[in-house]
T-cell receptor, first 116, second 115 residues
Framework: DTGVSQDPRHKITKRGQNVTFRCDPI?????LYWYRQTLGQGPEFLTY????????KSRLLSDRFSAERPKGSFSTLEIQRTEQGDSAMYLC??????????????FGPGTRLTVL | DAKTTQPNSMESNEEEPVHLPCNHS???????IHWYRQLPSQGPEYVIH???SNVNNRMASLAIAEDRKSSTLILHRATLRDAAVYYC????????????????FGTGTRLTIIP
């Protein structure tokens, strides 16, 4: 088990460009979360998938943001027409389906986005 | 949502115990207390969680006040690798058990370990 992986680790783009990030969760984990973290702040929830279904979206996820998990395995987060305010660390987490008790979320190393 | 309050920063000497406090005076009876930590340049990682009773695992201990309005994360013998931001998070057991409860992070406590 290699843990949650994210690609790329760093992305520099110009304002107005589109970017796409990928997250590969731990195998067999049904649940997948996206968070965003700006400097000096804790991560903020963006969206959540159970298998391929997107079950919750934060109001932080504007219409320029879209996330998919087409086969219930890896997920992509796309940002269209990037703005400088989108500069942040984008974190992915996954968790297993448990019979009882709260799930533990396992985080990837994140993708750091810089919008110039 | 019930909120938590943590000191912005703490320092501790290497190889000594560390007590990280968290206040959650508006906690409800169905809130779990979770701790995650984030090492430099990494994503957060789970440390420990509890509901009412004190909990121990290989990483740390969690001491929960009798009225549940505060808790303390205890690192028994801090090492340099424990330098991180520690987050105290409340999760409603009614939704956390079904895995559809997001983690709501505050700004956490930045722990510095002095060699």
């Amino acid at each position: 088990d290699t843990g949650v992986s994210q690609d790329p680790r760093h992305k520099i783009t110009k304002r107005g460009q589109n970017v796409t990030f990928r997250c590969d969760p731990i195998s067999e984990h049904n649940r997948l979360y996206w968070y965003r973290q700006t400097l000096g702040q804790g991560p903020e929830f963006l969206t959540y998938f159970q298998n391929e279904a997107q079950l919750e979206k934060s109001r932080l996820l504007s219409d320029r943001f879209s996330a998919e998990r087409p086969k219930g395995s890896f997920s992509t987060l796309e940002i269209q027409r990037t703005e400088q305010g989108d500069s942040a660390m984008y974190l992915c987490a996954s968790s297993p389906l448990l019979a009882g008790g709260p799930d533990t979320q396992y985080f990837g190393p994140g993708t750091r986005l810089t919008v110039l | 949502d019930a909120k938590t309050t943590q000191p912005n920063s703490m320092e501790s000497n290497e190889e000594e115990p560390v007590h990280l406090p968290c206040n959650h005076s508006t906690i409800s009876g169905t809130d779990y207390i979770h701790w995650y930590r984030q090492l430099p340049s990494q994503g957060p990682e789970y440390v420990i969680h509890g509901l009412t009773s004190n909990v121990n695992n290989r990483m740390a201990s969690l001491a929960i006040a009798e009225d549940r309005k505060s808790s303390t994360l205890i690192l028994h013998r801090a090492t340099l690798r424990d330098a991180a931001v520690y987050y105290c998070i409340l999760r409603d057991v009614r939704t956390a058990n079904f895995g559809n409860e997001k983690l709501t992070f505050g700004t956490g406590t930045r722990l510095t370990i002095i060699p």
